[in-house]
C-alpha cells in the first residue's frame, strides 16, 4: 500500500484493497504518452527487409496473392497451402495492391500491421478505462473525503496499463512483424474491450463481439476464439449489469458464425504437443516481464473479487493464452495473446503496489535499460570507427559480408532517444512521485529506447543476418532469376524468401527424378562440415552456399546434367 493514502476510518474490512487518493490519480499527460506510443511504434517500420521465418512467409504469402500467383481464398506457397490464416494475408495483400505502385510492398504490406499495433494500444487503454470504472473495482471512499474520483481514478490506471503492455518484453519483436499473430492480438484487445465497455456502450459492444470471434478465427485460431466466446458467455450471465447480461444471443450468434468459418476455410487444425516444464517456465517469466509479476499480486491482493468483471476478464485471457501456449508445445506465438490481460491485471496492482516494491522497479530499470543502451552504443561506435575493435570483429565473424553504412537520420533519432531517457531517470528518481502509473515509466521507456537504439544503430548489422536476401543473392549468382527450383524439404521460410526475394517458382514436392519440364535446378539443404554428399544421379553439384550468420548450414545448388 503507498503511504501516501490515508486509511479509512472504519475498521470494518474493505471491499477492495484500493486506497486512491486525487493525487495519485494523475494522469499522464496526453503528449508524453503519444511520444510513448510514437516512439514504439516506429523504429523498425522502415528500411528493412522482412525478418527470416514467420516475418517473410507471411510476406511471401501475401505478395503471392498480391500478384496473382495464388487464390485469395485459398493461398499457396510453393505448391503447398499456406497458412489458414485467410483474414491477415489478405489484409496484406490488399495493401500490397494499393500501396506497390509508390512503396515498396514489403514496407506496404507492414503498414496496416503497425495501425492495429496502434489499435491494440488504444483497445487496452479503453478497457482497462471502462474496467476500473466498474463499481468493484472504485477505491475505498475515505471517512472525510479526497479519494480519487471515479474517471481520474480509472484513467490513471489506463495509463498504466498502457505502459504495461509498452514495457512487456514478449511483445517486442512479434508485435512489429507482418504475421497472423498482429491480427489475432488486436482481435483479442477488441474483445476485452467490448465486455469491458458492456454497460456503457450498446451497439458498439454488439458489433465488436459479433465481429471479433470471427475475426480470431479467420486468423489462424479458431479453437481460442471459441474459447473465448465460451468465457464471454460465462461472465456476462453472472454480472450485474443488465446490458451486459443481454448480450447472450450476439455471444451465440459470433460462436456459430465462428464455428461455420473455421469449418468452411479449414482452419481446425489440432497442433498439441505439451511442452517442457523447465523450457515453459523460463518462457512465461521471460516473454511477460515485467506484467506478470504485478498480474500475480493483482490476484492476491483483488483476490475476494476475483470473479468480479475486472478481474474476470483479464484474467480469463491470460488462461486462455497461457493455456494454449502450455498445449502448443510452449508457442511464444500462442502466449502473445495473453499479454493484454496481463497488462490490465498489472495495472490494478498499481493501487496496492508497496513503495519499496516501486523502487526496486525503477532501478532495476535503470540499470538494466542504460547498460543495454551503453552496449549498444560501444557497437556502434565499433562498427563506425573501429575502436573498439572486438564488436565489429564478433559481428563480422558471424554475419560474414556484412559491411556497416551510415545514416545520419538514424544517429539523431537515436540521440534523442537516448537523452529522452536521461531525462526521464532524473525525473523519476528526483524526487517522490503520486502518481498510480509512475512505477512503469521506466520500464514502458526503457523498452522503447532498448528497441529504437536496436532498429537505428543496429539495423545494418541485424537486417543483413535475420534479412533472406543475401541467400537468395547468393542462389541468384548461379540460377537465373524467376527460373524454376526443386527444392524438396526445404522449410517454408525459405521457399518464401526464393520467391517473394528471387522470383524464383519453387517445387517442394518435385525431388531429383521427377520429371518436371524446365525445371533444370535443384536446390538441397545440408548441414554439417567436410565432404559434400554425393550429387543425385543426372545432376551436377553447382555451388556450396553457406547461409549467412548460419553455421554449419549450406544450401547445395545442382543442375540437370546437359541442360
Known amino acids: 500500500m503507498s503511504s501516501t493514502t490515508p486509511p479509512p476510518s472504519s475498521s470494518a474490512p474493505l471491499p477492495n484493497p484500493a486506497l486512491v487518493t486525487q493525487r495519485a490519480a494523475q494522469r499522464l499527460p496526453r503528449v508524453a504518452l503519444l511520444l510513448f506510443c510514437a516512439a514504439y511504434l516506429l523504429p523498425g517500420l522502415f528500411g528493412r527487409d522482412p525478418w527470416r521465418n514467420a516475418d517473410v ?3 511471401a504469402t501475401m505478395l503471392s496473392i498480391a500478384e496473382g500467383r495464388s487464390p485469395w481464398w485459398a493461398p499457396t506457397l510453393g505448391d503447398l497451402p499456406a497458412d489458414p490464416a485467410v483474414l491477415p494475408h489478405l489484409l496484406g495483400a490488399l495493401f500490397i495492391q494499393l500501396l506497390g505502385p509508390v512503396l515498396d510492398p514489403a514496407l506496404a504490406a507492414r503498414l496496416p500491421f503497425a495501425a492495429l499495433l496502434g489499435v491494440t494500444l488504444a483497445l487496452i487503454w479503453y478497457a482497462t478505462f471502462h474496467l476500473a470504472r466498474t463499481e468493484a473495482a472504485q477505491p475505498v471512499p475515505f471517512a472525510f473525503g479526497g479519494e480519487a474520483e471515479p474517471v481520474a481514478y480509472a484513467r490513471a490506471l489506463a495509463d498504466g496499463a498502457l505502459l504495461a503492455i509498452i514495457a512487456t518484453l514478449g511483445l517486442l519483436q512479434l508485435g512489429h512483424e507482418t504475421t497472423p499473430e498482429l491480427v489475432q492480438l488486436s482481435v ?7 465486455l469491458a465497455a458492456a454497460p456503457y456502450r450498446s451497439w458498439p459492444v454488439r458489433s465488436a463481439l459479433l465481429l471479433a470471434l470471427p475475426a480470431l478465427a ?19 450471465g453472472r454480472s450485474r449489469y443488465a446490458e451486459a447480461r443481454g448480450l447472450w444471443p450476439w455471444l451465440l450468434a459470433s460462436l456459430a458464425l465462428t464455428v461455420g468459418l473455421a469449418t468452411w476455410w479449414g482452419a481446425w487444425r489440432m497442433r498439441l504437443d505439451w511442452p517442457e516444464a523447465g523450457g515453459s517456465a523460463r518462457l512465461l517469466l521471460w516473454f511477460t516481464w515485467p506484467v506478470s509479476p504485478l498480474a500475480l499480486w493483482t490476484l492476491w491482493r483483488w483476490r475476494r473479487q476475483v470473479l468480479s468483471r475486472h478481474i474476470a476478464v483479464p484474467l480469463g485471457v491470460v488462461l486462455v493464452g497461457v493455456g494454449a501456449c502450455l498445449l502448443m508445445g510452449g508457442s511464444d506465438r500462442a502466449l502473445l495473446l495473453a499479454l493484454p490481460g496481463f ?24 540499470f538494466f535499460f542504460t547498460l543495454s543502451a551503453l552496449a549498444i552504443w560501444v557497437v556502434y561506435l565499433s562498427m563506425q570507427t573501429g575502436v573498439p575493435a572486438k564488436p565489429m570483429a564478433n559481428i563480422q565473424r558471424l554475419a560474414p559480408g556484412f559491411q556497416p553504412v551510415f545514416s545520419l537520420i538514424e544517429l539523431v533519432a537515436a540521440v534523442m532517444g537516448t537523452v529522452a531517457w536521461l531525462w526521464l531517470v532524473r525525473w523519476r528518481t528526483s524526487r517522490h512521485r503520486h502518481p498510480l502509473w509512475k512505477s512503469l515509466v521506466l520500464p514502458a521507456s526503457g523498452v522503447a529506447l532498448a528497441w529504437l537504439l536496436a532498429m537505428t544503430l543496429l539495423l545494418p548489422p541485424l537486417d543483413y543476418a535475420r534479412s533472406p536476401r543475401p541467400l537468395v543473392a547468393l542462389v541468384d549468382r548461379h540460377v537465373p532469376r524467376g527460373s524454376c527450383l526443386r527444392a524438396p524439404g526445404l522449410a517454408r521460410a525459405q521457399v518464401a524468401a526464393l520467391e517473394a526475394f528471387g522470383r524464383h517458382t519453387v517445387r517442394t514436392l518435385a525431388g531429383p527424378d521427377d520429371d518436371v519440364p524446365g525445371c533444370d535446378h535443384l536446390l538441397m539443404e545440408w548441414r554439417g562440415r567436410g565432404a559434400t554428399p554425393a550429387a543425385p544421379e543426372g545432376w551436377e553439384l553447382q555451388a556450396r552456399l553457406p547461409r549467412p550468420a548460419q553455421r554449419n548450414e549450406q544450401l547445395l545448388v545442382y543442375r540437370r546434367t546437359g541442360a
Open 57 to 59: 512467409t507471411a510476406y
Open 218 to 236: 479467420s486468423s489462424g485460431a479458431p479453437a481460442m476464439a471459441v474459447a473465448l466466446g465460451v468465457l464471454a458467455l460465462a461472465v456476462t
Open 188 to 194: 483479442v484487445a477488441l474483445w476485452m474491450w467490448a
Open 343 to 366: 497488462a490490465v491485471l498489472a495495472a490494478f496492482a498499481l493501487p496496492t503496489l508497496r513503495r519499496s516494491a516501486g523502487a526496486a522497479i525503477d532501478w532495476f530499470s535503470v
